[in-house]
């Protein structure tokens, strides 16, 4: 939208409020991060991309889930290793 009615306003900041008071939001700010947000989608502007951002949610999120996994595993190893270790009670 903000494209679009750019060029009716003298700066971009005044069709940022422009659009946020048609949408009935309260800040122009708000509408000003989802243009710089769209630019850099679209590669019109420097910055990490929406899907990119996604992806390093999703690394990060598997990342720890091995760290967990790993972590319990390592525990595991030392227990059955000590029960290993211990003597038998056979008779």
């Known amino acids: 939208m903000v494209a679009e009615i750019r060029p009716n306003y003298p700066t971009e900041w005044a069709a940022m409020k422009a659009v946020a008071a048609k949408l009935?939001?309260?800040a122009a700010?708000?509408?000003r991060t989802w243009v710089r947000k769209a630019?850099?989608?679209a590669g019109h502007r420097p910055g990490v991309t929406s899907e990119e951002v996604a992806e390093i949610k999703r690394?990060?999120?598997e990342n720890a889930e091995l760290r967990r996994a790993n972590?319990?595993?390592r525990v595991a190893?030392?227990?059955f290793a000590a029960e290993l270790d211990r003597p038998s009670k056979r008779s």
Request: proline content about 0%; aromatic content about 12%.
């Open 24 to 26: 009935d939001i309260g």
């Open 29 to 31: 700010e708000t509408v």
């Open 39 to 41: 630019q850099v989608d």
């Open 59 to 61: 690394l990060k999120a």
């Open 71 to 73: 972590e319990f595993l």
């Open 77 to 79: 190893s030392a227990f």
